[in-house]
């Protein structure tokens, strides 16, 4: 009797969670969208090619949904060559990124690894040439955590807000996706309502969440990523809850 209420329980909670994602359009408000719409240049800046679909699919699937001008910095490709770069580029496509706003680097000191701690200062200034270059209006990344922990991942943060520190001309916003336990990272589906009630607990404008309305373009464009799509990363992305929903914070 007890498993059949637990089942029962799960079963509702699922489809609740579907409902959440396909059928509840709320009204967006994250950068500051309303009456009017005002588009904006967003730069997303990511350590390798895959944790934009991995880990960022949501996000690009809002943004391009409501019409934002995204551009896409990728700062290494894994040391692979240009079997990678066209991997990302395939994936840019299945996400509706122009890839002429796709720029990604294979710089000498910017190689994968968790050993290779990059140079601050030298993503800081990769990512002014960008904000420069593109009249960037908003950036987002990864936290200092990075999600999974990887010390790229928070290179590309600390690069971020050194830019900000130093070199951001002043009006710029910039978001961080925040990375969570364990047992929400695997809880698919189930964390849209955590992720709500953890933006519910902060002020206003402080955090959003976004939903993935089209979770399956993210096993899509992830499978673009051939050299990647191995059955651990196939695991990850059916049962990862960042398929399915991206709370962005505001670094200040």
């Known amino acids: ?18 409902w959440k994602i396909f059928f509840s359009h709320s009204k967006p408000t994250f950068l ?80 994968d690894g968790f050993g290779q701690v990059w140079n601050h200062g030298l993503v800081a200034q990769i990512i002014e040439e960008e904000v420069y270059s593109h009249v960037i209006d908003v950036i987002i990344t990864f936290d ?35 990375s969570i336990n364990i047992m929400r990272k695997y809880s698919g589906l189930f964390d849209i309502w955590m992720s709500n009630l953890d933006v519910m607990q902060h002020p206003s404008g402080v955090m959003h969440c976004l939903l993935n309305e089209h979770p399956l373009k993210s096993f899509q464009a992830m499978a673009e990523h051939s050299s990647q799509w191995v059955w651990f990363r196939k695991l990850f992305v059916s049962f990862s809850s960042y398929t399915y929903v991206n709370t962005l914070r505001k670094i200040n």
């Open 32 to 111: 500051n969208e309303g009456t009017p719409l005002h588009k904006k240049n967003v730069l997303l800046v990511v350590a390798h090619p895959d944790d934009e679909s991995m880990f960022f699919s949501p996000t690009i699937n809002y943004l391009t949904s409501k019409g934002h001008n995204l551009y896409l910095l990728c700062l290494s490709i894994d040391g692979m060559g240009s079997s990678r770069k066209d991997e990302l580029y395939r994936a840019c496509v299945v996400h509706k990124i122009q890839l002429q706003q796709v720029n990604v680097l294979d710089h000498p000191e910017l190689q």
């Open 144 to 178: 200092s955590y990075g999600v999974s922990g990887h010390c790229n991942h928070g290179d590309v943060h600390y690069g971020v807000r050194k830019f900000l520190h130093d070199s951001s001309p002043g009006n710029i916003e910039a978001w961080e996706l925040v």
């Open 1 to 18: 009797m007890g498993l059949i209420f637990i089942i029962i329980s799960i079963s509702i909670v699922w489809v609740a969670s579907l």
